[in-house]
T-cell receptor, first 111, second 121 residues
Framework: SQQGEEDPQALSIQEGENATMNCSYK?????LQWYRQNSGRGLVHLILIRSNEREKHSGRLRVTLDTSKKSSSLLITASRAADTASYFCATTKGGGNKLTFGTGTQLKVEL | DAGVIQSPRHEVTEMGQEVTLRCKPISGHNSLFWYRQTMMRGLELLIYFNNNVPIDDSGMPEDRFSAKMPNASFSTLKIQPSEPRDSAVYFC???????????????????FGPGTRLTVL
């Protein structure tokens, strides 16, 4: 079963609005990462947050991590049509670099 | 850097045929990962290598699947014989420690190739 479960499965918003996606996981982690996948393409790394961090920013992205609740959220501010994609969280645990991916959120940003 | 290179990009074959997917990781990366993505099962890790050695192949579905990494710049994923349920997009990704000259950097993120879309009829 997937380590990470994203919520919602699908999200449709208007350009300029903020988009929030959530990820829950089951076991303790080393770090949590978010990836984007455009239709028909490979995944692209967006941001990484370590288990001892609570919040991280990168451009229009904001990631939070709550290890007590085993959850993370990805906020995309001022969304654009080009942000339309699927977004996946992925976790690593222990000292390895094996990633376990969640089920993904399909984001559609409409003009 | 050209990124992770996969070939072929598309493969259509008939049930029972052998399929070989190829991957060239980013130079200097010492970890290589093979994933399979389907609508039903999402993104699944099949196998990964560190320094050309298979570390975890627990995701390989059956003996029909095999993967090799003969050197740091090349890996193959072979399916034989192929079945219609193997139809999926197969991704290769690389990561680990990379760098040039006297500098090195540990990458926690993975860099994905464009994928191979496999259709088994």
């Amino acid at each position: 079963s997937q380590q990470g479960e994203e919520d919602p499965q699908a999200l449709s918003i208007q350009e300029g609005e903020n988009a929030t996606m959530n990820c829950s996981y089951k076991t303790s982690i080393n770090n949590l990462q978010w990836y984007r996948q455009n239709s028909g393409r490979g995944l692209v790394h967006l941001i990484l947050i370590r288990s001892n961090e609570r919040e991280k920013h990168s451009g229009r992205l904001r990631v939070t991590l709550d290890t007590s609740k085993k959850s993370s959220s990805l906020l995309i501010t001022a969304s654009r049509a080009a942000d339309t994609a699927s977004y996946f969280c992925a976790t690593t645990k222990g000292g390895g670099n094996k990633l376990t991916f969640g089920t993904g959120t399909q984001l559609k940003v409409e003009l | 850097d050209a990124g992770v290179i996969q070939s072929p990009r598309h493969e259509v074959t008939e049930m029972g045929q052998e399929v070989t997917l190829r991957c060239k990781p980013i130079s200097g990366h010492n970890s290589l990962f093979w994933y399979r993505q389907t609508m039903m099962r999402g993104l699944e890790l099949l196998i990964y290598f560190n320094n050309n050695v298979p570390i975890d192949d627990s995701g390989m579905p059956e003996d029909r699947f095999s993967a090799k990494m003969p050197n740091a710049s090349f890996s193959t994923l072979k399916i034989q014989p192929s079945e219609p349920r193997d139809s999926a997009v197969y991704f290769c990704a690389s990561g680990g420690t990379g760098g040039s000259g006297t500098t090195s950097q540990t990458y926690n993120e993975q860099f994905f190739g464009p994928g191979t879309r496999l259709t088994v009829l």
